[in-house]
């Protein structure tokens, strides 16, 4: 996968509720309404056959509900979680406060997933489920931003933490460049402002 | 004309005696007779109209309801929304009080739960009120509002996923100073729909086998979050809830059928299951959140 055909792409989950929920609905509350809002992203990402970091952005919910967010996190990523129509979709949940915390924690533990959210601007952490492994890898490369992959070697001389690098980019909440073997934290692709960050290339 | 006797204090501890008092289908003509009904709570509000709309079902005709003419009772039953939904319900030879027009001190009014959109209402509404009245009278944190609205949402989904039948909820805070020695709010949620056993049993009976019955059927979906979906991320709500409830130090309880399960806190003594009820249609689902105790308990 090369990273200079990153499409960084942002989704404010609040302006698809009134799209496509008919405005009706300003809390995520409900099943059917999360299929409806995760359907509405899938439209979105529909035509995208490069591979993309999109944002789902939550800021603007005050209630989310376990129905739904069983719809618009879990199912989603478990969507998109293997390769399809070609391209590889990777998802940074951004705003999440503590309310939304719990929910979202919840839905990723029932279906072993993880997922990259931005719990304050510029702040971000792993959520769902990881093992302490995974959560100081991740947080190693987080704070990197990116690890070329003679930095890897050096920063995780043991091949389990290695390992779990790349288990880590399976989960897709974190890539690798495909040119230069290079590790990246999917936050370097987006902005502190709420829109994609410039570039995206192998850094 | 068969007369059923409502309890004085209609609750979630009295709502069995009125379903004893139920009349099978065999008497044509019913009185509700609530002429001594001097204390109701939100169980007991939507149990009475789950109550009068089981007789209508069984009778084919509205059994008439008696309510005391004095008192207090009346006039807060009329603030609850009793009257509004009781009209399809009940006939009745009084005229309802006016609910007058000053600002409501009720938390959640009854309201019918018959599809998605009442979900977000409701949940809309309580937004807008239930966040002073959580930390004024409960002394919870400001934040609770958004996890009170979860528990109304995932209860009242409940009712349109798994009863597939309409129903109703409705929530206040009232001061059990006797019996708690603090305030406390009550959630009641009740439908008329298949019951839990029901529910799941396409799914989840041939496992159970001759176990298979209201108390399993509660313990499958409140001890172990089994729907009748096959989809791994279903079943979460009632675990999520029961959580969120334990943590406020709250009970929560589901009657289903024959069946009630109940999570219990130190500060009461009902049954964790219960079984060989009177058979009624249907959940009802009974939540009591305390308020925090001056020590932050």
Redesign the interface.
Known sequence: MGLEFMDARSIDVSRLVERKVAS????L?????GRAVRMAIEARLGGVSRPSVSLIDLSEV??????CA??VV??LLLRYRETRSGSETFFIFRGVA??HR??IE??LD??NLAAVAETKPERFELLGTRSAVEHAVWDALERKGVLTFEESRSLFPREVERSVLDRLTERRVALRSGNSGAYHALSGFVSGEGGPRDGGGDG | MKVVSVPPTLDGRTFDRLVEALPEGDASKVLFDARRLRWVDPMGLVGLLSAGAVVQARTGEAPLLGLPEGGEVPGYLSRMGFFREASAVFRSDSKPPSRGSGPSDVLLEITPIKE??D??DL??RV?GRAGAILSRSLHYPA?AV??F??IL??VC?NIL?HAEAPGWVAAQVYNWTQRLGRPVLVIGVSDLGRGFRRSLESEHAARFGDRWSDPSALEAAFIHGLTRFPD???G??IQ?IRKQVRRWEGAISIRSGTARIADVPDWDDQEPLGSDLHPFPGAQIHIVLPARSDDGA
Request: no cysteine; charged share 25%; proline share 4%.
């Open positions: 009706l609905y300003s809390h509350v409900t099943r059917p309404t005050t209630v989310l509900d376990f129905s069983d719809e879990a199912k503590e309310a719990e929910p919840a839905v029932r279906q | 998605n959109g979900i977000h949940v809309d937004q934040t958004v996890q609205s979860v949402s995932e989904q996923e791994s991320g279903r979460q709500g999520q």
